[in-house]
């Protein structure tokens, strides 16, 4: 068993000296692999003061240095990638056929797209008396949560250092890993000290910490909206800029002239995906009334092709899910929605699933707008399934949640569903089928978060603005 003790802080690995020790779980097995010693409050403030102390020289470096940089750090992680996928299948349950497609393939290309956008951060811009310059905003914090650990370390870490940003980073409580080996890469290709920063612990011990924190001038949070308020507010004192993504309960609407096996197969499979723990899957699928017994049919039928079991195994397409918690509050949502009405299908578990966090792939029939089902996020394997009448009710339907993360139309065309997407209060939508790309912005309207990431809009959560006026 792997004791992870040290904290990557000013360039050096330094022993841990908080009082706990956190166990990591294999969510399949249910077996300890690994435990972490926290980070104490002097530990915390030390990455901080390192972080402080590494950004004059980090943010005045050229962006051909970090560039380059950034790419050598990518050259090691595609070296690393058996040790991404197999810590991803080791913290998570994701079954190993799957796991470098969905939590390793993009973050490595993502540090490759940002180090071209650092050159970026050296144009300048005349507007009107104005010369604009961009500037790195300062040290950066990120919380992250344990469902795309790789994927959502990088989302902020390459933009960051491509802007000339300084870092201390805090992991999810289950999934360090990734973040450690990033630290490792970090060290070896001789990325300077204290420019990244690594500390494990808890979120409501040292998320207070970083956020209130003045000598951090932003902090990037991806995770529930109930902590992203959190992270708000103790952050408003000190008046840094607070970029947070939240929760989803996304909306897909299949039109009555779309391709009915195409379009309800994509929606499966999207929610099925990662076990259903993706903050934007598409989990309320929203579909014509005339078509509903038929949609049901195809949707019952690709679940059905599910293979859930053990993730070293390679025919599985789904594990279990990452904690007794979450299977617990999965498993809570699975008897409310029958409680309040809705039709559960669903598959048994195999018997080889009888230890593990599992929970069978489901569909919810016969789901109103209304229910708690429809309404709150579920972050398991369950598709509800709501009929509209006609189109302006649907998009009506879409827009009744508290969130607007994502969301997603299949029409006959693309035209008539750019059309639908243009009325959807969401950051995406996704058309026709297709796919999550780097390139694309992400992030939420309303309690879904603010701030964007990925794409070039992500190079701005770290840059200030400068105007050098000279009339
Ligand atoms: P969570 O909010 O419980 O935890 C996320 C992170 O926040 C963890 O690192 C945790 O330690 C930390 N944290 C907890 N309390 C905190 C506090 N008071 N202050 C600061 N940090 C705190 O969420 P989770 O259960 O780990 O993750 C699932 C949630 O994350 C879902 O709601 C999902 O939709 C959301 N999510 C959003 C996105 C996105 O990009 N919008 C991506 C992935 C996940």
Redesign the pocket.
Known sequence: MQNIEQLYINGQWINATGNESLSLINPATEQIFATVTTASDNDVESAILAARQAFPSWSSSSAAYRAELMNTIADEMQKDYQAFVDAHVEMIGCPISIAGAFHVDCPIEAMRYYAKLAANMEQTEQQGSALLTKEAVGVCAF??????PLH?LI?KLAPALAAGCTIVA?????TPTADLYIARILHRVGVPAGVFNLVF????E???Q??SNPDIDMIS????????V??AK?AAASVKRVCQ????KSAYIITEDADLTASVRYGVEDVMGNTG????ALTRMLVPASKLQQIIEIATACMNEQVIGDPLLEATTMGPLVSAL?QQKVLEYLAIGQAEGATLITQDLPSSCANGFYVAPAIFANVTPDMRIARE?I?GPVLCIISYDDIDQAIEMANDSEYG?SSAVYAKDKASATQIAKRIRAGQCYLQGSYFTIDAP???YKR??NGR?WGEQAMAEYIETKAIICD
């Open positions: 919380i992250n949560p344990w469902n795309y959502q989302g805090k992991p999810a409580e289950q612990g808890r979120g409501s040292i998320g207070p970083l956020a949070f991806t995770g529930s909206t109930r902590a992203g959190e992270v103790n993504e939240l929760g989803g723990q993706t903050c934007n979450q996020e972050f993360l992400f992030g939420g879904s978060g990431e």
